[in-house]
């Protein structure tokens, strides 16, 4: 294909189909392992660590695709500025978590058994850190096929650790099957830096150095890419500590809310984002190839490229959604065993078409040097998001105050999002 980003983008939409396929696997095989309380402690757990995990990231394959793309810098020295960093942060942030953990689990969540889980989090950070530095290079070179064989690869290493020893672990306790499935990343991620390393033997050798001006270009993406991803985690952190207290407060029982929570999150969440895959090929091929064009002023091609993300990512969200809402129950049934979230599903399904659209919209502008835009509408978007699902908590709505609440940001953010783009199309002749 003499189209870059359309081949990139296909290789990533193909490993990305697989690596879902093996992804729905995998949650079918520790669903019915560890069960509904399980389910509920891990939807509880999981918020916090998506939020540290950003943290810990640093939007680091943003800020390297981007850099790498550009061609400013040799490749090493951007590798040993980038670890740098992100070690630094990751020390910082394991001192964070081991100091709070029982604040958090005890005062914050309702949930003393989470305090293990935490310590578990801690372990898997600087594994995950280190294959992103990794896996921005590859994207900024669009060369897909590093990514896309070390995620099926991943995965398929976590099946088999999962049907070998997750048994195992549960028959000792609940909070120890949860901890081992957080600790698989220790593993996975570990494979992935292998493969990382054997794709990069073919690159030139290279001196490398930490260098002020290469650490200024990268914590100048990263720290606008990640505020915005990190408000959004924030949020998701924010989500159960509100949710949980206020409908406790509400007379609401803790097993319900662990057991709808989790229904939200593991079955409904889940499989209204499974096309996530398509969207994350699209939005990750944008970024290099926007900047590309951007940087060299060619606007019609710019244009060209949002158009066909957009509307590629119309088409494959509105034919899940659709699928999604009119086969919801027997499609919980095959994948998870039962019809929890489905009528969460019912709720949220319409609104979903717009949702697909998220990603390209905010990866045009983190590509166009526009990330403080992106990062207000997503702290805009939190903020409306909680405090709707505030409102509709005290109206006792139950988990679908959370449903509610994720509706009208939706809206929100994709609207608030396409208008920054149509500005900026708009801004260089008509689109």
């Not at 090493?76 to 070690?87: G, P, Q, R, V």
């Not at 029982?102 to 600087?126: D, G, K, Q, V, W």
């Not at 120890?176 to 600790?183: E, F, K, P, R, T």
């Not at 990866?363 to 526009?370: E, F, G, I, W, Y």
Request: aromatic letters at 14%; hydrophobic letters at 50%.
């Amino acid at each position: 294909m003499k189209n870059k980003f359309i081949k990139s983008t296909f290789i990533l939409i193909i490993g990305g189909f697989v690596v879902k396929i093996l992804g729905f696997v995998i949650k079918l095989l520790y669903t019915r392992i560890i069960g509904p309380e399980g389910i509920g402690l891990y939807s509880l757990i999981i918020p916090s660590y998506s939020l540290f995990i950003t943290i810990a990231t640093l939007a680091m394959p943003v800020a390297i695709s981007k850099l790498v793309a550009e061609g400013k810098y040799p490749y090493k020295d951007i590798f040993s500025s980038a670890f740098a960093i992100i070690f630094l942060v990751d020390a910082l942030l394991i001192f964070f978590i081991l100091a709070f953990k029982n604040f958090i689990s005890i005062n914050l969540l309702n949930e003393p058994r989470l305090e293990f889980l935490f310590i578990a989090i801690t372990i898997t950070i600087p594994f995950i850190s280190a294959t992103t530095v990794y896996k921005g290079y590859f994207l900024g070179k669009q060369n897909m096929i590093p990514n896309t064989v070390s995620n099926i690869f991943e995965q398929i290493l976590r099946i088999v650790l999962i049907i070998l020893f997750l048994p195992i672990i549960y028959k000792k306790s609940i909070i120890d099957a949860v901890a081992g499935l957080i600790l698989l990343s220790v593993f996975s991620e570990s494979l992935s830096l292998l493969i990382f390393l054997f794709f990069m033997r073919k690159e030139k050798r290279q001196i490398s150095s930490v260098k002020k001006d290469i650490c200024h270009d990268i914590l100048k993406t990263a720290i606008p890419s990640v505020s915005s991803r990190l408000i959004g985690n924030i949020g998701f952190f924010f989500e159960p500590v509100i949710l949980t207290n206020l409908l406790l407060y509400k007379g609401f029982s803790s097993s319900y809310i662990i057991r709808e929570y989790g229904s939200y999150n593991a079955y409904a969440i889940a499989l209204l984002t499974m096309p996530s895959f398509f969207i994350m090929a699209i939005s990750n091929s944008l970024i290099p190839e926007i900047s590309k064009y951007y940087i060299k002023g060619n606007i019609t091609m710019v244009k060209k490229r949002i158009k066909e993300a957009l509307l590629l990512s119309l088409i494959i969200g509105s034919f899940f959604s659709m699928g999604i809402l009119f086969f919801r129950e027997p499609l919980l049934n095959a994948l998870y065993g039962t019809n929890s979230g489905s009528e969460y599903i019912k709720v949220l399904a319409p609104f979903f078409v717009l949702f697909y659209l998220e990603g390209p919209l905010s990866s045009t502008l983190q590509a166009t040097n526009m990330s403080k835009q992106a990062l207000k509408i997503s702290t805009l978007g939190v903020i409306v998001k909680l405090l709707f699902m505030t409102i509709f908590s005290l109206l006792k709505c139950g988990i679908l105050s959370l449903v509610y609440a994720e509706i009208i940001n939706i809206f929100f953010v994709v609207l608030s999002l396409g208008h920054e783009v149509i500005s900026l199309v708009t801004s260089s002749n008509s689109f």
